[in-house]
């Protein structure tokens, strides 16, 4: 019927909608982005992987707040313009020969940054929805040491006006157009194929 085949990938990224952290560098005014794929929230809590020679895990150690900036299809290209580049001034030994320190990622990515309303991180103007957030929690990945698991607890959620659904707090899931991470392609959302009994509208 439907013979299965074993294969060994070396990453399982079947597809997650791609997240744009925005990070506080400890004494520097401009603050860090870090593009992520690693992210899914139950209620009001967003679960991250990190891993632990970003400067992203750095920032959140020192200064747990951060906003999870969702980017749609139309800013692949601003994404890929910043994918090379870490905030860590030093380079971990591991991404030298492909990533370059960037301390100004927004010029580089063309972003631009709107201040937040209780965080210290700037959000994304660019980026159609923004959510506030702050660390609850980190756990590690794994023994090895390589990644942490960040919980952090939305606290105000902003969204770009075409997205709202005047009147109420719902999204308008017509008008919202995610991009996803899918074996290091950029994808952005197809067709609605049902719809779930919950759903509010
Ligand atoms: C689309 C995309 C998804 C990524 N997903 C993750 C992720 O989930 N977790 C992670 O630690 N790094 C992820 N990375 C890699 C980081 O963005 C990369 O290591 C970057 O240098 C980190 O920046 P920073 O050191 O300034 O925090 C992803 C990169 C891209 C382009």
């Given at each position: 019927m439907h013979p299965t085949l074993a294969i060994e990938p070396s990453?399982?990224?079947?597809g997650t909608p791609i997240a744009l952290l925005t990070t506080a560098k400890p004494g520097d005014a401009t603050a860090n982005i870090t593009p992520i794929s690693s992210a899914w929230a139950l209620d009001d809590t967003y679960v991250l992987g990190l891993s632990n020679l970003g400067q992203a895990i750095h920032n959140l150690r020192r200064h747990g707040e951060l906003v999870i900036n969702l980017p749609d299809a139309g800013l692949s290209e601003s994404i890929e313009r910043i994918a090379?580049?870490?905030?860590?001034?030093?380079?971990p030994l591991a991404k030298r020969d492909q990533y370059g320190y960037e301390p100004d990622k927004w010029t580089l990515g063309g972003f631009t940054p709107r201040p937040s309303e209780t965080v210290t991180p700037p959000r994304?103007?660019?980026?159609?929805v923004q959510l506030e957030a702050r660390v609850d929690a980190m756990t590690p990945l794994d023994e090895a040491g390589n990644a942490t698991i960040v919980h952090a607890k939305v606290l105000r959620t902003h969204v770009h006006h075409a997205l709202a659904l005047p009147g109420t707090s719902h999204v308008d899931v017509d008008a919202w157009k995610p991009i996803y991470y899918t074996f290091r392609h950029y994808f952005s959302q197809g067709e609605r194929v049902g719809v779930n009994f919950r759903a509010e509208h």
């Open positions: 990453v399982f990224y079947f090379k580049t870490t905030g860590a001034a030093e380079v994304i103007a660019e980026c159609p």
